[in-house]
């Protein structure tokens, strides 16, 4: 049998023509560059001028000296501090219930979890302002008619304090904490436990000296997530700080903002914050990357189940208050709140009519929202793909510039990027503010990262030789992207797309500062209904959002069943 070889110079060719791809690469990096660089160079530039131009350090000293600028700090790192230690004090208990534990409806509890992973957290706020406001809530109403109390009588709960602040955002952090430590605990090896039980430990002993210390990295890495979203975030502090009388650094750099505006003060007070962003991020990489387990002689027996017995009532009723906390009471208030109305007997949908066909900023806002989420997985997604395969296999020299770039914007907090986008996008020279491209160019800078990493991890499962193989027997380098390659990833990208879409239909700390009447979107609409305290409009813009994301959600993770990964964030 004669079998036809490649010539010498075929062989010889290299995968990648690099004449073609270094202008794309070129491109690329260009444009990354304008999505990450850029508002953080108006940014710096802001916030050591003054009016006239001329340089100045008066903002930075204002942050020290000024109490109202110093307060806000203070007590964001408070808030985030107390976030953290909560959120890994109900998650971690959780993690263990649900993973290693004979705790019934396991299943369940996994996806009230994700439940609460997917809900805005200034949609969450607003079910606890529902639930717990001091005069109107439903538990001190319900409260105040059971103690037989008067309407105005000192309520049980007060959502808009200190501590109710740290509560409501927590509900919606915990999940962090709750992944990386079910993750954690799903992968420590059964032998080493076994081996404890053997040489006599009881299972209180197996689970504090061998099971929980391999798993603290988790715990550790997840709290500072936790922190570090805290820290960030605009909506929930908004919501419930404000009426409460106080600020923190998100709400006060908005603040600044309002009439007279203070850009160059707001730009000194965003650049501590973005600092702190990166040392956390980099704290956690570091305990992620340093502490850890490596298992020795082959694969490690299932993950040893432990039996509660007497204690089974005490942890499903943990369970059971974890979950009614941060997802059943809250959805159940919404839904309550939509299809009910002051002044009306009974259920009635006059809510979903006035939001729908009444109220005329909805079909607006709803077109812009979907609108940009629709773009900005489609561009986000493509852009990722390109830049994940650049960095895979690396088919120009510096491809590894490019991963660097996609994954920086994750130490950009929103309020942070709005800030930077606002001042360079505002000149007469290259005015975008008040369109819809400064809404599309912060959402593609935001979920960057996100989409960067799953294309990433993509590229990583696909082994170059499959490629190589395909250009060996001849195919073109189109060829094999379109019958190798592309098949493969076709999974991963859908994944990817919607990982996206519901990250930008729900994102509001960057938007609330970038959007005019004309380019409200859903989650700045739901805000301004907030302040005039239309909680029906509310609820069932909310739902609405919720019912797209779950949706969302239910297509991802039907996609393994296809053969592609499962959105990671999601598990």
Same mark, same amino acid.
């Given at each position: ?18 004449? &073609? !791809? ?9 444009? $990354?560059?304008?999505? *990450?660089?850029? %508002? #953080? @160079? /108006? =940014? ?29 700090? &203070? !007590? ?9 230690? $909560?959120?890994?004090? *109900?998650?971690? %208990? #959780? @993690? /263990? =219930? ?260 009444e109220f005329s900023a909805t079909q607006l806002a709803m077109k812009n929202t979907f609108l940009l989420g629709f773009a900005t997985a489609t561009l986000g997604t493509g852009i990722a793909l390109v830049c994940a395969y650049m960095v895979s296999r690396s088919p120009v020299r510096g491809s590894a510039l490019l991963g660097m770039l996609a994954t920086a914007p994750v130490a950009i907090p929103g309020i942070v990027l709005g ?153």
């Open positions: 049998m004669t079998v036809a070889v490649p010539a010498a110079e075929t062989l010889a060719k290299p995968a990648f023509r690099i004449d &073609l !791809l270094r202008p794309a690469f070129y491109a690329l990096a260009a444009l $990354l560059a304008v999505l *990450v660089v850029l %508002p #953080l @160079a /108006w =940014l710096a530039y802001y916030s050591v001028v003054d009016k006239e131009g001329q340089f100045t350090l008066a903002n930075f000293a204002a942050l020290v000296n000024d109490p109202t600028l110093r307060r806000p700090y &203070l !007590l964001a790192i408070g808030m985030a501090l107390g976030v953290g230690v $909560l959120s890994a004090a *109900v998650a971690t %208990p #959780l @993690a /263990w =219930l649900v993973s290693r534990t004979d705790l019934p409806g396991r299943r369940v509890a996994r996806a009230l979890v994700t439940a609460s992973f997917v809900t805005p957290p200034f949609l969450g706020a607003i079910a606890w302002e529902i639930l717990a406001a001091p005069n109107s809530g439903l538990i001190n109403v319900f409260w105040r008619y059971v103690a037989g109390g008067q309407p105005y009588d000192a309520p049980l709960v007060n959502i808009y304090s200190f501590g109710g602040l740290v509560f409501a955002i927590s509900c919606y952090t915990f999940p962090y904490v709750f992944t990386l430590v079910a993750n954690g605990l799903d992968r420590v090896p059964s032998d080493l436990e076994d081996a404890s039980s053997i040489l006599g430990a009881r299972a209180w002993t197996t689970l504090r000296r061998v099971t929980f210390p391999l798993v603290l990295p988790a715990v550790l890495a997840g709290t500072l997530i936790a922190i570090l979203q805290a820290l960030t975030m605009f909506g929930s502090p908004a919501i419930l700080a404000l009426p409460a009388g106080f600020h923190v650094i998100t709400t006060k750099i908005w603040s600044l903002f309002q009439f007279p505006p203070k850009p160059g003060l707001a730009a000194a007070a965003a650049l501590p914050l973005l600092l702190i962003t990166v040392l956390l991020l980099q704290g956690k990489s570091w305990i992620l990357g340093r502490k850890g387990y490596t298992v020795l002689g082959g694969k490690s027996g299932s993950p040893r189940i432990t039996y509660l017995g007497k204690w089974m009532p005490l942890g499903v009723l943990f369970a059971l208050a974890v979950l009614s906390l941060t997802v059943l009471l809250p959805y159940a208030a919404l839904l309550k709140t939509a299809v009910t109305k002051h002044g009306v007997e009974g259920l009635t949908l006059a809510n979903f009519h006035f939001v729908f066909f800030v930077g986008l606002f001042l360079t996008y505002s000149h007469p020279q290259l005015m975008l503010y008040g369109t819809l491209w400064i809404l599309l160019i912060a959402f593609l800078t935001i979920e960057m990262p996100a989409g960067y990493q799953q294309m990433s991890a993509a590229f990583h499962g696909i082994h170059p030789e499959l490629e190589e193989a395909s250009r060996i027997l001849g195919a073109s380098r189109l060829k094999t992207l379109r019958l190798i390659t592309a098949p493969l990833l076709r999974t991963s990208v859908i994944a990817t797309w919607c990982f996206v879409f519901i990250g930008t239909i729900r994102e509001l700390s960057a938007t609330i500062l970038l959007t005019t009447a004309n380019t409200k979107l859903v989650s700045v609409i739901i805000y301004d209904l907030n302040e005039s305290g239309d909680m029906g409009a509310i609820s069932v813009l909310g739902l609405m959002l919720l019912l797209v994301s779950f949706t969302v959600v239910i297509i991802a993770n039907r996609l393994p069943l296809l053969g592609g990964p499962r959105l990671p964030a999601l598990r």
